[in-house]
């Protein structure tokens, strides 16, 4: 039987008579996202109409997931706001903090040892206020919920931008930060401005050694890192209903990298076999009693045009695999033009390292395929070229998959076995010679590339790909070795190819597990205690920020003006930072440090106006805060792109910054910056980027004025005396305003006034 399984058939008992509704005052069909939004309308059934891109609108998700990274702060926030017990389901999952070093098993270990504090912590306060808790080692937090807690129709919040991966499961699934999280938990409306909508029909079917992953690297090449900002994608044709339900969660998950709200897929058989595999048939049977309101109307795919905002349209059966990268996962380049790109942008031909698995793509299906080549291997007297390795994405997969003898052909190849866990695609891995910081080229099956992000090195080129087009590229060991056209040299000096890869979709014998790693919590957790020692430098007790004193902000001074690529890895690095995910006070040494400075080009090197000195962000910040001076941030398009994590928004607020302004935002930091209670502000002439000077002070006129839809004025004094007056927008609406007077939104919980 599935979790929660009485809130899931109250959500398909409600379903038919609120969607009815919506769609009789929308006065149109409905898309799927249409569908599940209106019928978790936190006022219960609709009443009217929302404007895409317009109107903020309160929802009742049905449940929060949390990554032991980011729980912490969430937590840490939740035992502020004085409730007992969570009021919807939740979950925490330990995945972020096991580094990739050696194997699954002493990996593990070790981890149990130095980050025992914390997993302490999150387990105790999870027994306390009635959340599952997933153990270290059970899975990482995307494939463990689409295993045990996705489901059709469904509406949930994650504290991980890759949420969005449950859509595979026909939710939608959104990233948000941690006080976003305890909103929810804490038995309180989610708000979320109603968005836009773009549609994605794919016709044709997938065959050979195309992928669902090179799907959503077409479409990344298509949308790029900000194009479906603001937006649902909505996949269908019958190109998604041939696709099983775990390539469409690859698909999903990478939406987080166009910068997508979320994205989904229409209810199918591929979806209900995939519940009736990880057994879930209640879940299943009770879906196929409303089949038809969990995909969009007939009417909306036969037109999509007159429905979405925009229309995509793929091929699958022309789809060429894709490659993408290096530095952006919207680089997109078919298999076919890889090494003309490479000598033309004199990227490293020699692979490195080949990694497979992470939450996007270690399915069965995924591991079963690339097996198919590592049995090639052997076959074909080949020798694999580069090293290689595979992050399962849970206990239910590893176990099975060893089970099925995967485990082994891939050890046969020499392959290294990860621990279940993020590892290398959240900067947790020990690469050795990574701090030479040599140019190299590795490619992976993960989600995001940035500068820095698998192993800390600024010149590594990393590339996306599927997870058997990156095996083959390991076999060869050669970046413009296209598996589909070339042939490789044997160890008899035979060219030989290989051949495209298989793999069952879903176990013939079925998914197997001993100990899938989960912990039940108390009924009653009134006399659990959750301890934090004063002198921890993992864990640190919140303390409220201050509210705003109903003044101008003035003499601030400028921090740093972030120069291009801004996202919340340069805010706010992970990798050996994870670990004081818990500490806001120890994590605020790495705030901006990976940011570079417009003035000269250099990263964690900014000027210090009160002493005319250069040096670290953080140390700067720090001194301004000491000193009494308030300061602000400005930065470039999509700033804060990536990842949810709220410690990018966090960190600022709690050194002393008042104001981030910059070109556009990413969705996910804008809220998170609101939340905390600072000012996200945008240019509302872009130019005025350029007018910005390295010794500027800035004074708020108009901030007592701050009202919605009023751009607020600021002053920027330049250190010859003259001034720009520059206008900033937001997207405040009068409850987020309330949020910025408070000092935060968790304020305002705690105070009973939310």
Known sequence: MAFDIEMIKKVYENMPGRVDKAREIVGRPLTLTEKILYNHLWDGNPTKAFGRGVDYVDFAPDRVACQDATAQMALLQFMHAGKPKVAVPTTVHCDH????????????ARAKTQSNEVFDFLSSVSNKYGIGFWKPGAGIIHQVVLENYAFPGGMMIGTDSHTVNAGGLGMVAIGVGGADAVDVMSGMAWE??????????????????TAPKDVILKVAGI?????????????????????????????????????????TFGYDDSM??????????????????VASY?????????????????????NLTELEPHLNGPFTPDLATPISKMKEAAIKNNWPLQIQVGLIGSCTNSSYEDIARAASLARQVSAKNLKTKSQFTITPGSEVVRYTIERDGFIDTFEKIGATVFANACGPCIGMWDREGAEKEERNTIVHSFNRNFSKRADGNPNTLAFVGSPELVTAMAIAGDLGFNPLTDTLINEDGEEVMLEAPTGDELPPRGFDVKDPGFQVPAEDGSGVQVVVSPTSERLQLLAPFDAWDGKNITGAKLLIKAFGKCTTD???????????????????????IGAVNAFNQKTNSVKNQLTGTYDAVPAVAR??????????????????????????????????????????????????????????????????????????????????????????????????GTKDIILANHTYNAGQIGWFVAGSALNLIAAGKA
């Not at 269908?236 to 979320?262: H, L, P, Q, V, W």
């Not at 209900?272 to 009693?289: C, F, G, P, Q």
């Open 623 to 720: 001194a301004y805060k000491a000193a009494g001076v308030p300061s602000i941030v400005v930065g470039d398009h999509n700033y804060g792109e990536g990842s949810s994590r709220e410690h990018a928004a966090m960190e600022p607020r709690f050194l002393g910054v008042k104001a981030v302004l910059v070109k556009s935002f990413a969705r996910i930091h804008e809220t998170n910056l609101k939340k905390q209670g600072l000012l996200g502000l945008t240019f509302a002439n872009e130019a005025d980027y350029d007018k910005i000077q390295e010794d500027d002070t800035i004074n708020f006129t108009d901030l007592t004025e701050f009202a919605p839809g009023k751009p607020l004025t600021l002053e920027f004094v330049h250190a010859n």
């Open 294 to 314: 969990l995909t969009g109307d007939p009417e909306v795919y036969a037109d999509p045009e007159k429905y979405f905002d925009q229309v995509i349209e793929i």
């Open 223 to 263: 949308l790029t890192v900000k194009g479906g900002t603001g937006a649902i994608v909505e996949y269908f044709g019958e190109g998604a209903t041939s696709m099983s339900c775990t390539g469409k969660g690859t698909i999903c998950n990478m939406g987080a990298e166009i910068g997508a709200t979320t994205s």
């Open 570 to 592: 340069h805010i706010s690095m992970a990798g050996p930072w994870l670990r004081f995910r818990g500490h806001l006070d120890n994590i605020s040494n790495n705030m901006l």
């Open 97 to 108: 903090l096991i580094q990739a070093k050696v194997d699954a098993a002493t990996d593990l």
């Open 192 to 209: 979320l401005k109603f968005p836009k909508l773009i549609g994605v029909k794919l016709t044709g079917k997938l065959s050979g050694w």
């Open 272 to 289: 209900s076999r995939y519940l009736r595999s990880t057994n879930r048939a209640d879940v299943a049977d009770a879906a196929d009693k």
